[in-house]
């Protein structure tokens, strides 16, 4: 494990703020393109993901290519870029490194959670709105996320 070394970003440090990440393996000619709300929080993750890749069970990013922390980049764009634009943005961006001859790998989440509360489909957020749920916003999604009726999970009703 090498914590002396850093993985290389542009900009760096990487801001506090939403962006569309891109996590290069440029010898592989490999890639990895999501959208986060906090660059740095998900720069330390990833890099934690590839410098513990062998120690745990499961990675946090499905086919990561074998290599060091020094063999990767990361790559901040789109900074500042609303949720309801991110899908968008990140399909664009993996069809580019697609045409660039780049291998994608991990699996991207969706920027806007999306759920069907009394037959309408909705963003997670206006669900809860909707509902006047008094959980937070992660313990909703945790629940959606474990297979919880939608309902259930926005305590409408009891699991």
């Not at 890639?31 to 590839?50: E, K, M, P, Q, W």
């Not at 790998?105 to 069907?116: E, M, Y």
Request: net charge positive; with cysteine.
């Amino acid at each position: 494990m090498a914590y002396d070394i850093a993985l290389k970003s542009d900009p760096s440090p990487m801001p506090l703020k939403s962006a569309v990440l891109i996590l290069l393996h440029r010898k592989r000619r490999a890639a990895f393109v999501t959208y986060t709300s906090n660059a740095r929080g998900r720069a330390a993750v990833l890099a934690s993901a590839i410098r513990h890749r062998d120690e745990v069970e499961r990675n946090h990013l499905r086919d990561l290519p074998e290599g060091d922390i020094k063999d990767f980049a990361l790559l901040a764009t789109n900074i500042g870029l609303e949720p309801r634009k991110a899908n968008k943005t990140v399909e664009k961006l993996q069809a580019k490194m697609t045409r660039d001859g780049f291998k994608l790998f991990g699996q991207a989440r969706s920027a806007v959670p999306l759920v069907t509360l009394n037959g309408r489909r909705m963003s997670l957020v206006e669900a809860m709105k909707e509902a006047k749920c008094k959980a937070g916003y992660q313990t909703v999604y945790r629940r959606v996320q474990r297979g919880w009726p939608v309902k259930a999970a926005l305590d409408l009703e009891p699991r």
